[in-house]
């Protein structure tokens, strides 16, 4: 990938719908953050958080040509809770996983290093979500407590799933696996089985996030479902990534509606 702090994926959007995703180039972070990083809670230098979220909002205004943004960040708890962002910022930061707005120039973002970011907009251009799924959040319904926000129909919302660890690298316990398969609904067993692949280590799975969220999504009347794995670990020079070192930043996958 060529070396932007700042890209729009290829998806199919309506118009006036943008999504982003940053990387770790271009930033002010230096060390372990270097050099993007977008979150305040990792140890990093919040001055350098600071000018990075500065430098975030001057590319997101550029790349969408529009002359005033505000973007909404989230406290994030691998939770399942949606906050419902107005026409203006939510201080202090909300306690969610998700967020959920009709609003114009008003960008919603997730922050990971592993986790799955999903985004979501409505056919009709009016309604747009981002959810941050980790395993956690996924298993309890994040996905579907952001689709029941919408007001527009499952068939005629688009979803993507951002970069988020790959199935090659995503090693979990028996718990997880057993967790899922748990809350499985009828017609998904099989295919929620068959996204856990054994490892090497006793008692140890490899799990796969995105089709994990395909089950969910299919299963909630989503049929414009599109991302393929671009595993975080496999791509940690241009993705952070919490599982390939714990003491690291985070990227934001961003939507907006202009």
């Not at 899922?180 to 929620?192: H, Q």
């Not at 395909?214 to 020079?237: D, F, H, K, M, Y």
Request: some cysteine; proline content about 4%; aromatic content about 8%.
């Amino acid at each position: 990938m060529t070396e932007l702090a700042l890209y729009e994926p290829a998806i199919c959007l309506p118009k006036g719908i943008k999504v982003f995703v940053t990387t770790r180039y271009g930033g002010c972070s230096q060390g372990h953050w270097q050099s993007f990083n977008l979150a305040g809670h990792v140890q990093d230098d919040p001055a350098a958080v600071a000018q990075n979220r500065v430098l975030l909002r001057d590319q997101l205004m550029r790349a969408t040509g529009s002359a005033s943004l505000d973007l909404q960040w989230l406290n994030q708890v691998h939770g399942t809770k949606v906050h419902h962002a107005l026409a203006h910022i939510t201080e202090p930061l909300p306690q969610a996983d998700a967020l959920y707005t009709t609003a114009v120039n008003l960008v919603c973002g997730v922050l990971t290093a592993d986790c799955l970011p999903v985004v979501f907009c409505s056919m009709d251009r009016e309604e747009i979500a981002v959810a941050h799924a980790g395993w956690r959040g996924l298993q309890k319904g994040v996905l579907e407590n952001t689709l029941a926000c919408f007001k527009a129909p499952a068939a005629q919302i688009i979803a993507w799933l951002g970069p988020a660890i790959g199935p090659c690298h995503f090693e979990v316990g028996s718990e997880v696996r057993e967790a899922f398969l748990a809350a499985a609904v009828a017609g998904t067993a099989l295919a929620t089985e068959a996204a856990f692949s054994a490892s090497a280590h006793e008692g140890k799975w490899f799990a796969d996030l995105y089709q994990l969220a395909r089950i969910r999504l299919l299963t909630a009347g989503l049929i414009q479902i599109s991302g393929e794995p671009a595993c975080t670990v496999c791509n940690n020079t241009t993705w952070y990534s919490y599982r390939d070192s714990p003491v690291t930043g985070r990227f934001a996958t961003l939507v907006v509606k202009t």
